[in-house]
RNA sequence: CGGGAUGUAGCCUAGCGGCUAAGGCGCCUGCUUUGGGAGCAGGAGAUCGGAGGUUCAAAUCCUCUCAUCCCGACCA
């Protein structure tokens, strides 16, 4: 039977879209810009919040709930909030046939109610820092959506403090940038840059947003994770002030900080193939599924041996049996290959006699031959290098698809060609990063972090002294 | 919000004025099979997206409408 899944090189667009669908991550709703979440995309993002939830927890945070409706009033006390997301809110005019007092927009992301409250609960700076996370759903009424890239409705985390000093808010904005970046590098396997948004580009309502970027495997970006240092800017609009340790008033400093659902769509993106999913072991739901291989004169045989196998090796492994009669090994092969399993046991009547089994990694294909008192270990040891060469495999590819660029007609060349990330100069002039924006429809994504003494001397745009430098590509 | 495309069985598609809407995949039953997407036989499953119109006759032509996808402008 042909594949289901169109090929990358002949359209990267559809190869994304029959991934999804086809791995049953994800299906279409009956609601635009809507998307079901199927049990296999949910057993990601249950695993991806478990962790996380729990670096959060590891980093002093704990969890709260807020409610999905908002007094359309509070939206609109931060100038900046209310121009940033008045476009994409939805709001609620009736309840119980009756037309409300005053319409609620649902949440497209919580500050505003958040920062009401807080205001009731700080007085003092004993009452801070505050640092609150929650996980919940969001909407976004948006023009132009992708499964899991761009949902009108989409599933995060929001962490949402308050403290004492700018310095101390700032600090802890950079620390949970870190805790995205470790979660998204050592679980999901894709290699992120950290860096500062220009002002163009940060969250309404922010001084300041740090990213994390991921290239994906058409070179295009992908924001991958966001926090953000808000300053005093909603303190002021909602007039939360503490006692300070010296008993003057002052407003309090603050940070959100949030990741998405959007992520299961950079991990398909970033290391999937032709063939189908492929998974980071770490997040796997299924480590490892075992295809026992018989006919009929040796079935019972070798799927006894087979579920012997799955017995040792269920205390250590998610393990998935492959022990239905109704299909063949070959489609088999292909099933577990389509959804992303890491490893994959072949048991016949070879591997029984021999006493060494198949085992075949995802990542690679490579089929290697394992003796059975050694299977445990070496399944282990194999989960370990795909995570690992997943992750470098990404690496190299980002490096590959990276180019230094000093002038402005190889900057033009590349993003409107071959595309990928261009590393160059930037004066800090929006002008010149709006130029880019016109003529490509790249932009520049990140001002890298650890990298404030600058690689490049010039801005690539006008030529002027560089301010500082800057990741430029298209992005999603 | 502009540009493009598509709506016929769970999915993909044929039919593009004329008899009871056709095929493939999938599904169900049975048998045979099983080392890279198995075979045979039988079976279930469709108010042709919706509304109006033209016509002796509409899945097919016209108008409107709804929905979805893709490509652009805006955004996690």
Not at 126 to 152: C, G, H, M, S
Not at 163 to 186: D, G, I, N, P, R
Request: net charge negative.
């Amino acid at each position: 039977m042909a594949s289901k899944i169109t090929p990358r090189a002949t359209d990267y667009s559809q190869w994304y879209i029959d991934i999804v669908l086809e791995a049953q991550l994800a299906d279409y709703s009956p609601v635009k810009g809507c998307m079901v979440i199927r049990p296999r995309g949910y057993a990601l993002w249950e695993k991806m919040r478990d962790i996380l939830d729990r670096k959060f927890k590891e980093t002093g945070h704990s969890n709260a709930y807020f409610p999905l409706l908002i007094p359309e009033s509070f939206m609109k006390k931060e100038a900046e909030h209310v121009e940033g997301f008045a476009p994409e809110c939805a709001v609620v005019t009736i309840g119980g046939n009756e037309p409300l007092e005053e319409p609620y927009v649902i949440r497209p992301t919580s500050e505003t109610i958040i920062w009401s409250m807080y205001k009731k609960w700080i007085q003092s700076y004993r009452d801070l820092p505050i640092l609150i996370n929650q996980w919940a759903n969001v909407l976004r009424w948006e023009k132009r959506t992708r499964l899991f890239l761009r949902t009108t409705e989409f599933l995060w985390q929001e962490g949402h403090t308050a403290h004492e000093t700018k310095e101390e808010a700032l600090e802890e904005a950079l620390k949970m940038l870190m805790v995205y970046k470790s979660f998204v590098e050592e679980y999901m396997a894709v290699p992120v840059i950290t860096g500062l948004k220009t002002q163009s580009e940060k969250f309404a309502g922010a001084v300041n947003t740090y990213t994390i970027e991921a290239m994906m495997q058409d070179g295009k970006a992908l924001q991958a994770g966001t926090s953000h240092d808000l300053g005093q800017n909603f303190a002021k609009a909602f007039d939360v002030t503490y006692q300070t340790r010296e008993g003057k008033l002052e407003h309090v400093w603050a940070t959100s900080w949030g990741m998405t659902t959007r992520l299961i769509g950079a991990l398909v993106m970033v290391h999937s193939d032709d063939k189908g999913l492929v998974l980071p072991p770490k997040l796997a739901p299924t480590e490892l599924a075992i295809v026992p291989i018989y006919k009929n004169e040796n079935k019972a045989a070798v799927l006894e041996f087979a579920r012997q196998v799955r017995d040792d090796l269920k205390d250590r492994f998610a393990i998935d049996l492959y022990d239905d009669d109704q299909s063949s090994p070959g489609f088999k092969f292909a099933q577990t290959e389509l959804l992303g399993v890491p490893l994959r046991l072949e048991i016949g009547q070879k591997e029984i006699e021999k006493g060494e089994l198949v085992l075949a990694r995802r990542d690679t294909g490579a089929k290697t031959g394992v003796p059975k008192t050694a299977l445990a270990d070496t399944v282990k040891s194999q989960l370990e290098e795909i995570q690992n060469n997943l992750f470098h495999r990404a690496l190299a590819f980002r490096k590959e698809h990276t180019r230094e660029v000093k002038d402005y007609e190889t900057l033009l060349a590349l993003m409107n060609g071959d595309g990928g990330f261009a590393d160059a100069g930037w004066c800090g002039d929006a002008a010149c990063e709006k130029k880019i924006k016109a003529d490509t429809k790249a932009s520049i994504r990140v001002l890298p972090l650890g990298r404030e003494d600058g690689r490049h001397a010039t801005c690539v745009v006008c030529g002027k002294k560089a301010h500082s430098d800057a990741i430029i590509a298209r992005a999603y």
